[in-house]
């Protein structure tokens, strides 16, 4: 599992580790060459971070553009249960 930075309390706190994977290039390069791995050891990204790896953007860079954290974590959510359901069309289909 992937951590996500955020104020305590906030839930979830941990996203699956493969759906961040598949935007790996765009976090290691919105980071300065960190790897996922090292992001993860350092306690993750926050939801904009996520939202805009996802969208292919750089979160420091694109300010202007990013949406409202709420907003963010609703859309990166909304992702993962639809990567989620796509794994398991994917694995019925094997």
């Not at 305590?8 to 598949?22: E, H, N, T, Y």
């Not at 290039?25 to 996802?54: F, I, P």
Request: charged fraction near 25%; include cysteine.
């Amino acid at each position: 599992m992937f951590p996500i930075l955020g104020r305590l309390g906030d839930q979830p706190r941990k996203i699956p580790f493969s759906w961040v994977a598949q935007f790996g290039k765009q976090y290691v390069k919105n980071h300065c060459g960190q790897s996922l791995a090292m992001l993860s050891r350092r306690g993750g990204l926050d939801w904009t971070e996520l939202w805009a790896g996802m969208k292919g953007m750089n979160p420091f860079t694109q300010k202007e553009v990013i949406p409202a954290e709420a907003i963010c974590k609703a859309e990166v959510l909304a992702d993962i249960e639809a990567w989620n359901r796509r794994k398991e069309v994917g694995s019925e289909h094997s």
